[in-house]
């Protein structure tokens, strides 16, 4: 089992940056994926970002432009950069990785609040 912890998250003004950092308990090299995904209340959770063993990256089109993920392999984490926040983008992230164990397996951390004001 993967355990995912993130950190990173509070409240920022229209326009801000925040920086999401999510630490794994093995190496993220490991991982066919890891990246970060978006539960918005009320709303499915959705792929935001996320970054394959390749370093092949995929973003959801809302963030494109204005979120970069990016992976450290040495310090077992990745991170989502988030500029330019609009209030739309209020929702709990949560750190998710793509594991192969005998079977495709993945692991979630437990989540972290971003709240953009107007």
């Known amino acids: 089992q993967v355990q995912l912890v993130e950190s990173g998250g509070g409240l920022v003004q229209a326009g801000g940056s925040l920086r999401l950092s999510c630490v794994a308990s093995?190496?993220?090299?490991?991982?066919?994926?890891i990246g970060w995904y978006r539960q918005a209340t009320g709303k499915q959770r959705d792929l935001v970002a996320q970054?394959?063993?390749?370093?092949?990256?995929n973003y959801a089109d809302a963030v494109k432009g204005r979120f970069t993920v990016s992976r450290d392999n040495a310090k077992n984490t990745v991170y989502l950069q988030m500029n330019s926040l609009k209030p739309e983008d209020t929702a709990v992230y949560y750190c998710?990785?793509?594991?192969?164990?005998?079977?495709?397996?993945?692991?979630w951390g437990q989540g972290t609040q971003v709240t953009v004001s107007s």
């Open positions: 970054v394959s063993r390749t370093g092949a990256t």
């Open positions: 093995k190496s993220t090299f490991t991982f066919n994926s």
């Open positions: 998710n990785a793509k594991y192969t164990l005998l079977f495709e397996r993945e692991s």
